[in-house]
C-alpha cells in the first residue's frame, strides 16, 4: 500500500511506502491489466453515476495503489453483474518487452516497421522522440507531409455512394476517407478478437 502526497500537496513528490499491508478485499475480486483501455459510453456513465456503488467503493480503494490505471478499470467491469462479458482482453497495442525481465517496453525502430504493420495493431508504443520510423510511419500509413496533419476528412454520403458533406472541407471530393489497407487490416484484428470461439473464453480470467 502507498501513499501518493500529490493527492495532498501542491508539490509533486515521490510516493509514500507503508510497511502495514492490507488484506485482500472478499466483497470483490482484483484484476489486472494494461492501462490503456477503450471505455463504452454506457460503461463510463456506470463509473460516474455508480447505480449500486461499486465503482466508487473500487475507486477509494485503488487510491493507495501504484499504478491503479492498470487496475481499476478491469476490476470494476469484471465485477459487474451487467459489463462482465462485454470485454475484450486487448489493448490493440503492438509492444515489445525487454527480455529478460519483461519490465519495460523496448524502443521500437525501423526493424520493427514491419512487424508492427503486419499486427494489425492501431497502436504502438514506445518510441524514441525524433526517431525515423515515426517519419516513415506518417509517410507511407498516415500519408503525412512534413509539418503538416494527416490527409483526410469524415464524410456521410448518400444511398447512391455520393459524397454529401465532408467536415471541415471545402469541397465534396476533397479528402475523403475511403477505407484502405490499414483499416483492412484492423477489420481483422477486431474480427478475430470477437470470435465466439474464443471471445468469452478470454474474459475476466
Given at each position: 500500500m502507498?501513499?501518493?502526497?500529490?493527492?495532498?500537496?501542491l508539490n509533486?513528490?515521490?510516493?509514500?511506502?507503508?510497511?502495514?499491508?492490507?488484506?485482500?478485499?472478499?466483497s470483490?475480486?482484483l484484476?489486472?491489466?494494461?492501462?490503456w483501455?477503450?471505455?463504452?459510453r454506457?460503461f463510463?456513465?456506470?463509473?460516474i453515476?455508480?447505480?449500486?456503488?461499486?465503482?466508487?467503493?473500487?475507486?477509494l480503494?485503488?487510491t493507495?495503489?501504484?499504478?491503479?490505471?492498470?487496475g481499476?478499470?478491469q476490476?470494476?467491469?469484471?465485477?459487474?453483474h451487467?459489463?462482465k462479458?462485454?470485454t475484450?482482453?486487448?489493448?490493440?497495442?503492438?509492444?515489445t518487452?525487454?527480455?529478460?525481465?519483461?519490465?519495460?517496453?523496448?524502443?521500437?525502430?525501423l526493424?520493427?516497421?514491419?512487424?508492427?504493420?503486419m499486427?494489425?495493431r492501431?497502436?504502438?508504443?514506445?518510441?524514441k522522440r525524433s526517431d525515423p520510423?515515426l517519419?516513415k510511419?506518417?509517410?507511407?500509413?498516415?500519408?503525412?507531409?512534413?509539418g503538416?496533419?494527416s490527409?483526410?476528412?469524415?464524410?456521410?454520403?448518400?444511398?447512391?455512394?455520393?459524397?454529401?458533406?465532408c467536415?471541415g472541407l471545402r469541397s465534396?471530393n476533397?479528402?475523403?476517407?475511403?477505407?484502405?489497407?490499414?483499416?483492412?487490416?484492423?477489420?481483422?484484428?477486431i474480427?478475430?478478437?470477437?470470435?465466439?470461439?474464443?471471445?468469452?473464453?478470454?474474459?475476466?480470467k
Open positions: 502507498i501513499i501518493d502526497p500529490g493527492l495532498y500537496s509533486k513528490s515521490e510516493i509514500w511506502w507503508v510497511i502495514k499491508q492490507r488484506s485482500l478485499p472478499t470483490f475480486k484484476y489486472t491489466g494494461s492501462a483501455t477503450i471505455l463504452s454506457s463510463s456513465e456506470y463509473c453515476m455508480g447505480w449500486e456503488n461499486l465503482p466508487r467503493t473500487l475507486l480503494y485503488y493507495n495503489f501504484v499504478s491503479s490505471p492498470e481499476y478499470f476490476t470494476v467491469i469484471c465485477n459487474s451487467d459489463y462479458n462485454t475484450a482482453n486487448h489493448d490493440l497495442h503492438y509492444i518487452w525487454d527480455n529478460p525481465p519483461k519490465q519495460h517496453p523496448r524502443s521500437l525502430g526493424r520493427d516497421f514491419r512487424k508492427m504493420v499486427s494489425s492501431p497502436f504502438a508504443r514506445k518510441f520510423v517519419d510511419i506518417d509517410r507511407e500509413l498516415l500519408k503525412r507531409h512534413h503538416q496533419f490527409f483526410g476528412g469524415w464524410c456521410s454520403s448518400k444511398s447512391d455512394g455520393i459524397h454529401r458533406t467536415s465534396e476533397y479528402g475523403v476517407l475511403n477505407p484502405g489497407p490499414g483499416s483492412r487490416r484492423l477489420k481483422s484484428l474480427t478475430k478478437l470477437l470470435n465466439e470461439r474464443f471471445f468469452h473464453k478470454q474474459q475476466c
